[in-house]
């Protein structure tokens, strides 16, 4: 489980109720990440470029806000500069994890090593099909989305 970040710090994370329909991502208008999630999704934008990488987060949805508490790289199965699919293997996996630590899997993050973080044509086909948080690193920093009835910026709060 190289590159894995176990978060233990939940402190924070006590305010925010457990929403377990995942309609409810539509609502959602802030993620919170930690320093070390970003550098992670970071050097993981360079470790596989030029193709895409590709990941999940571990952690809580409540009402108008994700918290992340581990970031999770997952091999990207077809692996390419312009796309990426999750391996379904270790996706499975990470669900199960999620499950163990009775959180859920509350998005995905990919790379764009060579374009900004804005979702391509493909990405958005895929968030209309796979509607959660989705968080794109891109050579012009981090972003993050949601899918409602068209794609939704939503703001990436770092947290320590
Ligand atoms: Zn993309």
Redesign the pocket.
């Known amino acids: 489980m190289n590159g894995v970040h176990n978060a233990t710090d939940v402190d924070n994370a006590t305010d925010v109720d457990n929403v377990t329909d995942v309609d409810k991502v539509t609502n959602v208008t802030e993620v919170r990440l930690r320093k070390e999630h970003i550098r992670l999704i970071n050097d993981e934008l360079t470790l596989h470029a030029p193709n ?1 990488a590709c990941g999940v987060f571990i952690g809580r949805q409540g009402r108008d806000s994700i918290i992340v508490e581990t970031v999770l790289p997952i091999k990207n199965s077809r692996p390419s500069d ?3 699919e999750l391996d379904p293997k270790e996706h499975y996996e990470a669900w199960n994890r999620a499950d163990d630590e009775e959180m859920e899997i509350v998005g995905v993050y ?1 790379t ?1 090593p060579h374009s900004k973080a804005t ?2 044509a ?2 958005k086909e895929s968030m209309e099909n796979y509607q959660t948080l989705w968080v ?1 690193a891109g050579i012009d920093g981090i972003k993050g989305y949601v899918w409602d009835c068209s794609v939704k910026r939503i703001e990436i709060v770092e947290i320590n």
């Open positions: 895409e312009r796309s990426f990919h764009h979702p391509s493909w990405d794109i």
